[in-house]
């Protein structure tokens, strides 16, 4: 059993940078990937960003437009999202996932808004 537990949402203006965090309950070192959803009021929850055991990272390009960055410390523990040039489109509970020998583990969500 996988414990996550985001941190770092926040009220902030366009333009502005946020900086999530993760925090896992046990070593991520082996966790086959962890990942970054975001989900908006009325929408489907979609994958932001992942990053795997190896280090290797994928963004889901529509979304980020070479604005976020995900990054993994393995001796906290803990997988980060640097949100850079917001806008109101950003505006969504932000979820940390795990994904680990088949099981799929959740964050209960941050709050992110952009708003003037």
């Known amino acids: 059993q996988v414990q996550l537990v985001e941190s770092g949402g926040g009220l902030v203006q366009p333009g502005g940078s946020l900086r999530l965090s993760c925090a896992a309950s046990i070593s991520i070192f082996s966790i086959n990937r962890m990942a970054w959803y975001r989900q908006a009021p009325g929408k489907e929850r979609e994958l932001v960003a992942y990053i795997t055991s190896l280090g290797i990272k994928n963004y889901a390009a529509s979304v980020v437009k070479g604005r976020f960055t995900i990054s993994r410390d393995n001796g906290k523990n803990t997988v980060y999202l640097q949100m850079n040039n917001l806008n109101a489109d950003d505006t969504a509970v932000y979820f940390c996932?795990?994904?680990?020998?088949?099981?799929?583990?959740w964050g209960q969500g941050t709050q992110v808004t952009v708003s003037s």
């Open positions: 996932n795990a994904y680990d020998a088949g099981q799929d583990y």
